[in-house]
């Protein structure tokens, strides 16, 4: 979906070609954000019983208060503001988003927010805040999937939505391999009511 | 196939804290209310045995009172039930103005459709089922004595209900299969009140005041209340005919959150019940907060769109049906749940 970057329209429409009941749309350079917001802001049509929205995670300036009240603007039927930790400096600021926000477990090549200890002091400081599950993150962190267990059993009651997908050996989002389906299976069964997002298609 | 077995059900007594206390934490806003309506339920029996019942008359608490959720606001849903004919006797009428001195008092008062607040015949929730004679009132009164009801004065509770049941248990029920009688008419009265919430709106010209509040429960705590009946009527799969009295009375006695609990334990669908728990459990803190409920009840059906309180109702409700969809369809009761829940 990279060419369609920015083609809200268009994003929406292929999403909905794949499943009707779950979209994360990303802003994931900041400069796109203030065009997802005012696309959302119009109330377009969409299909979906849940609708997220990945916060920026490039291309940021320093402002981070700037940025979290840019967040606050998105309609209130975007559910969950999916945010990487290591964009989480001022953590205070951050609280304003309350239950909307979902903080992702990331990857290894990440300085933060890797492990349940990591992601602990996030929700202490964000008791609101609910959890985005990126199975292959925790998977890059931890190829047995011990830390990503962990992840589920001491914040399960958090969670919101997981991210599936592989990574492949510069940390991109792949399809799922035959391998990685069987290995996720059991933490996968842990997470049957919530949405999935696909973070590259599934052929 | 459901690899279960009726060793595998339990009776619910007490499930919802046996889950939060081994799956926690959270839960604290339902263990509250669970507290605060023990007391209350404590104070009213006692106001209650001051007076002297006919030995064929008790007075029932309906809704958020059975539920175990009983707030400051929570209405007083209450009726004198007759094991037999109510009629206009007078020593009934005695009962019901004992009842009055201690329920209903204020804002508490049941609702305004008079379904509640009066003498109610056992013989005709039994006798009328189906068909023009079987009101919404008769139909409401019904389900609810089943799904959520629980005895503060006199001793026949438990017999009227059981009367109740008997009427759906008597024939046509099979071995090992949900009793379809009491699947449909549980389904019925939750399709009925979801139907009856569109002509409560149409008859107020769509300004109906209550309008978000209504979508608020019909989300949350009525969703609760259908799937904690439907979910033990389905496992009646389990059980022989003459199993299943003994059994949907046990699950019945106690409130559709214990119910829930022990379903999510024995379809080992852990996680889905602490988030499902967790969903409700802020329904239930929102409820206690008398601010919210102010918010709640100033939102019209042309300003909840805009509303960040309806918004996280929303998303209670969606939370509590992803819960409930992954029990009754990601589970072994799946089976049974396409076949009977469904057609």
Redesign the interface.
């Known amino acids: 979906m990279v060419e369609q970057r920015g083609d809200w329209e268009e994003l929406v429409a292929s999403s909905a070609a794949v499943s009707t009941l779950a979209i994360e749309l990303s802003a994931l350079s900041q400069e796109e954000l203030p065009d997802l917001t005012t696309f959302l802001l119009r109330d377009p049509s969409m299909p979906f019983?849940?609708v997220g929205v990945h916060a920026p995670s490039k291309g940021l300036n320093g402002d981070e208060r700037g940025r979290v009240r840019a967040l606050t603007e998105l309609p209130?039927?975007v559910?969950s503001i999916i945010v990487h930790p290591d964009t989480m400096k001022d953590l205070d600021a951050w609280s304003v988003l309350g239950?909307r926000l979902v903080i992702e477990n990331m990857d290894a090549r990440r300085p933060s927010g890797q492990t349940a200890d990591q992601l602990a002091g996030l929700f202490d400081a964000l008791p609101l805040a609910g959890l985005c599950f990126d199975i292959a993150h925790a998977k890059h962190v931890d190829p047995s999937l011990e830390g990503g267990r962990a992840i589920?059993d001491r914040f399960?009651?958090?969670?919101r939505q997981v991210h599936l997908s592989s990574l492949d050996e510069d940390g991109h989002h792949v399809r799922l391999t035959d391998e990685d389906e069987e290995l996720f299976t059991p933490l996968l069964e842990?997470?049957?009511?919530?949405p999935w997002i696909l973070e590259a298609p599934l052929r | 196939m459901d690899p279960r077995s009726a060793a595998a059900l339990s009776d619910p007594k007490d499930g919802l804290e046996s889950f939060l206390g081994t799956y926690g934490p959270g839960g604290e806003h339902l263990l509250d209310a669970r507290a605060h309506t023990a007391r209350r339920l404590q104070e009213v029996r006692k106001g209650l045995a001051e007076g002297s019942l006919p030995s064929d008359t008790t007075v029932v608490l309906f809704g958020s009172w059975a539920r175990k959720e009983l707030t400051r606001a929570s209405d007083d849903d209450w009726a004198v039930l007759v094991d037999g004919t109510a009629g206009d006797r007078a020593d009934v009428q005695q009962v019901v103005e004992l009842a009055e001195n201690y329920l209903g008092y204020g804002n508490r008062k049941p609702g305004v459709q008079e379904i509640f607040g009066k003498a109610i015949s056992c013989d005709e929730l039994v006798d009328r089922v189906g068909l023009d004679e079987d009101t919404n009132t008769n139909l409401t009164r019904r389900a609810l004595l089943l799904l959520e009801s629980v005895e503060a004065a006199g001793s026949v509770h438990g017999r009227c209900r059981r009367r109740v049941l008997e009427r759906y248990l008597n024939y046509g029920v099979k071995d090992f299969r949900p009793p379809r009688f009491l699947l449909n008419d549980i389904v019925r009265y939750w399709r009925t009140i979801g139907v009856d919430f569109e002509g409560k709106h149409r008859d107020t010209g769509g300004d109906d005041p209550k309008w978000v509040e209504r979508n608020a429960k019909l989300r949350t705590a009525r969703k609760v209340l259908f799937a904690g009946g439907l979910v033990p009527i389905l496992q009646c799969h389990l059980l022989a005919k003459s199993d299943m009295p003994r059994y949907l009375e046990a699950q019945l006695s106690s409130p559709p959150t214990d119910r829930l609990a022990a379903a999510f334990v024995l379809y080992d669908a852990i996680d889905e019940g602490v988030r499902f728990f967790r969903a409700y459990d802020r329904w239930i803190e929102l409820m206690q907060d008398d601010e919210v409920r102010a918010e709640l009840q100033s939102l019209s059906f042309e300003s909840r769109d805009s509303s960040d309180l309806f918004a996280e109702i929303r998303a209670i409700g969606e939370a509590l049906d992803q819960g409930l969809i992954a029990l009754l369809f990601d589970t072994p009761l799946s089976q049974v749940a396409r076949k009977y829940a469904v057609l």
């Not at chain 1, 399960?156 to 969670?159: G, I, Q, T």
């Not at chain 1, 842990?190 to 919530?194: G, I, P």
Request: glycine share 0%; with cysteine.
């Open positions: 019983h849940y209130a039927r559910r239950r589920l399960s009651d958090r969670l842990r997470c049957r009511d919530v």
